[in-house]
């Protein structure tokens, strides 16, 4: 059912009924698409209707982009059974194929956009960072995480 659904809007000639379906244009999940194709295409046909590459990445969008943990569902989504039984639900598939199809997908996602996406930090980058904060009243740090406020309480050995 919502492969069908998804080729309609796939198809459509209003770019935010896939957007609104997987949060992607179709510019965007063809470049996306065009990212990880060698990796998630390649399946033996065994079946009468194997899932193909495009419908394995839709799956994958559409169990990650369930809730608004995009990174934590990432990470951790495994931990996720309820999300992961809903999206088998919802393609009419088995919920160990959901299961196998994220991993699958996650994995080719991270293999083949990290080079890109998440470059390996120069000795340039670091002491670029370093100088940005020590600007901001921070001396020696060189990264900052969002999303976690911490009190930090005086210990009362200290004077």
Known sequence: MSFELFERYYQSED????????????????ELYG??????S????????????????VVFLRYVFRFDL??????????QGLSMKATAQEFRIGHQTVNSIVYE???????????EWL????????????????????????????????EIKVSFSTS
């Open 119 to 150: 470059p390996l930090p120069k000795r340039q980058t670091w002491l670029d960072n370093a100088g940005g904060f020590e600007a901001i009243w921070f001396p020696r740090a060189v990264a900052a995480m969002d999303g976690k406020h911490f």
């Open 35 to 40: 990212y990880v194709e060698g990796r998630i």
């Open 42 to 57: 390649n399946h033996r046909l065994t079946h009468r209707r194997p899932i193909t590459g495009r419908q394995r990445l």
């Open 105 to 115: 997908v996650c994995t080719a996602v991270c293999e083949t956009m990290h080079r």
């Open 15 to 30: 770019p935010n009924e896939l957007q609104n379906f997987c949060r992607f244009t179709p510019q965007t999940f063809d």
């Open 70 to 79: 995009i990174e934590i569902k990432l990470f951790r989504y495994i931990t």
